[in-house]
């Protein structure tokens, strides 16, 4: 990103040209960056709580207070119970520095309970880990080049426009692009196909073209013997997903299952981009496992044009152990410190504790420190999390630039610099360079960096640990493996002039296997996954909320309600400025005609949208775009910004994935009905 300063103000942001990955493209949302950053509404000043908790009523003190403060509470609780608190983070900032470098430094020093950072990624993340080793996969550039894309519970064009620029090249020059979606999204509509499969059955469709592509010996018997390991096992698996069978459970014809598997198996330079629609779902996991071993069936990787990408996070080297310090944990390494699934925050907060009788919980919470997060917006069963920062008897302090949801039921609610602000060092998930981050202008009011913050709170606490007080330049010199091979030549001081450094990565990255497992091959039978107890082969698990595992319950909520991404908002962020939430204009519910028409609900209705979880209401769009027996509730709007004060996480659940602890946001079963 380049920045226009005048004044010491930032006027206008623009992509750097010069830079690969993105070509000085920059999505609609982060080219008003600069909107946001000199918001009249940025916070500006430490506040502390006047009026009562979550009524959002504050009044300014000094950063000496606020230190003094947040040191007092949290020695005191410490000294007693150390993982009473509790932190939580994600991704407000991606940023190795700003992220979890000082703050978690801080963390585990105090012995605070550790927050396991399950909220997005963690299901496919962990996919990945046993099929491949590692978030590894095709580098995005070379999908530009590739005769099929499958675009796989993903919306590219609303979430990764930068990837969207290789698939629409490979458009034109011939490819076809095929969306595998529940809903006819933003980039569903441009693709050659659209498969509107039920959501969470991707597992069943994949080992369906598994079925297919051994069937007809669509196969790569040289790649299969060279580079993978558990064939046997996984085609036994695959014949029993007959493309009949498949077509039930993933509500989609024969016909087009065959020939999806067909055209795969026959188009040499085929590619996949996934991405995290899938794996919102109980069988998130396995079904990005199945997915994963499609192109090691088809030797799809000896191109590379050919392959599948999730995430590519694994390439870059980054040293988390300098970055995080587990090892300032008392307990470290026999007994480290509990740990809470952050999707499961609204049930943590609500727990009495072991003090009244042992639930194997340990210490009631009694203090958490919200940062780079939102969490009564995006958190899942959001009354829940809602009615656990709302007790009374809890101590929250909240990092942030807004005062958003979260920032409301804060006791001490401290103002954050935004990435024009401070210093930092990033890494990408989707392409395959680092990224320095400069300040391009000082701190808006009394803003300071997350890193400062957490070094006055423990200065306050009178702590002494050299890591807690190092500089951000520091942190940011320690945050990569710079001998790595993959980043040869480069360090901070380079980085920091240059602005970025590819990675090197080979182009083709298993052409020749190489994979990092611990056989070092594709592992379609994990060994890993059988010690755990677990099913060494992927297979495909029915959603937690689906008439298949809770027959019950679908009868009286049968629709299938997914939230996904809002094109104009990044999560919860960007949703408080105005003119990316004028483009959006209001909560909208996405309902075909059929399901409409039996509820009497008509276009631009308000409907109320519940389950046994609570309610929200948005305006109803009619349409075919959401496949029948689905509704779609684009999102993660701000509650206080929404007509009745709530959101879609009011209706989510607290469910776990089968692999990674991954928030299931996308298995949820409701009812509509006209408000
Ligand atoms: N504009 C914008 N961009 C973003 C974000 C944002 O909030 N706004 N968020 C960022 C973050 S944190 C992330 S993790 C990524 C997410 O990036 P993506 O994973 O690409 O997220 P989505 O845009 O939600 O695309 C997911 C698609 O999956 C579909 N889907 C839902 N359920 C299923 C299912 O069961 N099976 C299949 N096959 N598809 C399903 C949805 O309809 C949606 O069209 O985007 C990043 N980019
Ligand atoms: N229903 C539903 N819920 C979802 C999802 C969904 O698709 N549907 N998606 C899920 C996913 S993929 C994700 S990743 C999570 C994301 O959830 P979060 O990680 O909570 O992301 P944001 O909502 O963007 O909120 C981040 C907050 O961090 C603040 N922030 C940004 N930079 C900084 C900084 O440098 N310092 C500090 N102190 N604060 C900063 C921003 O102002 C913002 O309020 O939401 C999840 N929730
Ligand atoms: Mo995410």
Request: glycine share 8%.
């Amino acid at each position: 990103m380049r920045v226009t300063v005048e004044n010491g103000r930032a006027i206008k942001v623009t992509g750097d040209p010069d830079h690969p990955p993105t070509h000085g493209v920059l999505c609609t949302k982060v080219s008003r960056y600069a909107d946001r950053v000199h918001h009249a509404r940025r916070l500006t000043t430490p506040m502390k709580r006047v009026g009562k908790k979550g009524e959002g009523r504050f009044e300014p003190i000094t950063w000496d207070q606020a230190f003094a403060l947040a040191g007092r509470r949290l020695s005191e609780i410490a000294a007693r119970a150390p993982e009473a608190i509790v932190p939580y983070s994600y991704a407000g900032t991606m940023g190795l520095v700003q992220g979890d470098s000082i703050a978690q430094r801080f963390f585990h020093k105090l012995g605070a309970s550790q927050l396991d950072r399950a909220i997005c990624a963690s299901a496919g993340a962990a996919g990945l880990k046993y099929t491949y080793g590692a978030g590894l996969g095709m580098l995005t550039e070379f999908f530009s080049e590739s005769e099929l894309i499958l675009i796989w519970g993903a919306n590219p064009i609303a979430s990764n426009l930068h990837f969207w620029t290789h698939a629409q090249e490979a458009k034109r020059n011939g490819a076809r692009l095929i969306a595998i979606d529940p809903y006819r999204s933003l980039t569903a509509e441009k693709c050659h196909q659209h498969i509107a499969l039920k959501p969470g059955t991707d597992g069943a469709l994949a080992l369906g073209m598994m079925h297919v592509l051994i069937t007809e010996n669509l196969l790569d018997h040289a790649y299969i013997a060279d580079h993978t390991l558990g064939f046997e096992s996984l085609k036994a698996r695959a014949l029993t997903y007959a493309p009949a069978r498949v077509a039930q459970i993933c509500g989609v014809n024969e016909e087009v299952i065959v020939g999806l598997a067909r055209l795969y198996g026959n188009t040499r330079k085929s590619a996949i981009r996934m991405n995290y629609g899938m794996q919102r779902v109980r069988g998130g996991g396995n079904a990005v496992r199945a997915i994963a071993c499609l192109p090691s069936l088809t030797g799809a990787w000896r191109d590379r044009a050919g392959g599948a990408l999730l995430s590519s996070s694994g390439w870059a080297p980054v040293d988390s152990f300098a970055l995080a310090r587990p090892d300032l944990m008392p307990g470290w390494p026999s007994a480290p410190s509990r740990v809470i699934n952050m999707n499961e925050i609204g049930n943590a907060l609500l727990n009495p504790g072991d003090a009244g009788g042992a639930t194997g919980f340990g210490p009631k919470i009694e203090a958490m420190v919200v940062y780079n997060s939102n969490p009564v917006a995006v958190a899942p069963d959001s009354e829940r999390v809602a009615a656990g920062f709302a007790r009374e008897d809890l101590f929250t302090i909240v990092l942030e630039h807004f005062q958003t949801d979260t920032a409301d039921y804060a006791d001490l609610l401290l103002p954050a610099t935004t990435q024009l602000e401070h210093l930092d060092v990033h890494k990408s998930y989707g392409h395959t360079h680092v990224m320095a981050n400069l300040p391009a202008i000082a701190p808006v009011g009394d803003a300071r960096p997350n890193t400062e913050i957490f070094r006055g709170i423990a200065r306050a606490m009178g702590l002494t640990e050299r890591a807690l007080f190092e500089s951000d330049e520091e942190v940011a010199a320690a945050a990569f493996r710079w001998d790595d091979a993959a980043l040869a030549g480069v360090d901070w001081l380079t980085l920091k002039r240059s602005g970025w450094a590819r990675l090197h990565v080979p182009d083709a990255p298993f052409a020749h296997g190489g994979f990092r497992t611990p056989s070092g091959k594709c592992e379609f039978y994990s060994e890993r996954l059988a010690q755990l107890g677990l099913d060494p082969l992927p297979d495909y698990l029915p959603p937690h909320e689906s008439a298949e595992n809770a027959p019950e319950l679908a009868a009286r909520y049968p629709l299938a309600m997914i939230s996904p991404p809002a094109r104009n908002f990044l999560n919860s962020t960007f949703v408080n400025v105005e003119s990316l939430r004028s483009t959006e204009g209001e909560p909208h519910l996405d309902i075909h005609p059929d399901d409409a028409q039996h509820r009497g609900i008509a276009e631009g209705d308000r409907v109320r949208i519940f389950n046994d979880r609570g309610s929200m209401q948005a305006r109803a769009r009619i349409t075919d775009k959401a496949r029948e027996g689905l509704v779609v509730g684009l999102s993660i709007w701000w509650k206080k910004l929404a007509p009745d004060g709530r959101n879609a996480n009011q209706v989510t659940s607290q469910a776990l994935t089968d692999l990674g602890g991954s928030a299931t946001f996308y298995d949820c079963l409701v009812e509509v009905e006209r408000a």
